[in-house]
């Protein structure tokens, strides 16, 4: 596997489900990334890690809870979601949280809220 | 507030050229990106700007004027494969992205 991957690629869950999305980076990075994308909408930025400690939480529900158990995995944990949460989450890494560098990204999980 | 602005969808015909542009109000500016995204797939760095100018790379371009915070990504001898969504996003003064929509480009035979 090279780049960034994420599983599951969809995902359709009720509203009183608890479901996790991974990613995987297989860059070397210490920085990553989740970001909400809806259509015809700007991305928006969820939660940053870097080397393994959440340094930006940007007003993210307490539904959506972030995991980063060493620098190449991320997971987002997922429960009692409501159907506006249905969108692309995507992750991403880079080399370093600064953010001049360019940003990998995964293919993104389609997740369909019921 | 902070706003990136670019087209939501463009059209364009196979071998043509084509000039998205973005426009910006944010606080600050630490530089510019440009990233395509083919439908269903991840995002891709295009180009990066911090300088005005234009810099080139192959068949893609991309120009920056601070001053009138503006940019646009050029695409020449487009090709099918071009077909993608292009996101303009804005490093704000506190290094915080700041993305733009996306313009939906469609290229037509």
């Known amino acids: 596997e090279t780049g960034v991957t994420q599983t599951p690629r969809h995902l359709v869950m009720g509203m009183t489900n608890k479901k996790s999305l991974k990613c995987e980076q297989h860059l070397g990075h210490n920085a990553m990334y989740w970001y909400k994308q809806s259509a015809k909408k700007p991305l928006e930025l969820m939660f940053v890690?870097?080397?393994?400690?959440?340094?930006e939480n940007n007003s993210v529900p307490s539904r959506f809870s972030p995991e980063c158990p060493n620098s190449s995995h991320l997971f987002l944990h997922l429960h009692t979601l409501q159907p506006e949460d249905s969108a692309l989450y995507l992750c991403a890494s880079s080399q370093a949280a600064d953010r001049s560098v360019e940003q990998f990204f995964g293919p993104g999980t389609r997740l369909t809220v019921l | 507030g902070q706003n990136i602005d670019q087209p939501t969808e463009m059209t364009a015909t196979e071998g043509a050229i084509v000039q998205i542009n973005c426009t910006y109000q944010?606080?600050?500016?630490?530089?510019l990106f440009w990233y395509q995204q083919h439908a269903g797939e991840a995002p891709t760095f295009l180009s990066y700007?911090?300088l005005d100018g234009l810099e080139e790379k192959g068949r893609f371009s991309s120009f920056l004027s601070r001053s009138k915070g503006y940019s646009y990504l050029l695409l020449k001898e487009l090709q099918m494969k071009d077909s993608a969504s292009y996101l303009c996003a804005v490093l704000d003064s506190n290094y915080q992205l700041i993305w733009g929509a996306g313009t939906k480009l469609i290229i037509k035979p």
């Open positions: 700007n911090v």
């Open positions: 944010t606080s600050g500016f630490n530089g």
């Open positions: 890690y870097n080397f393994k400690e959440q340094t």
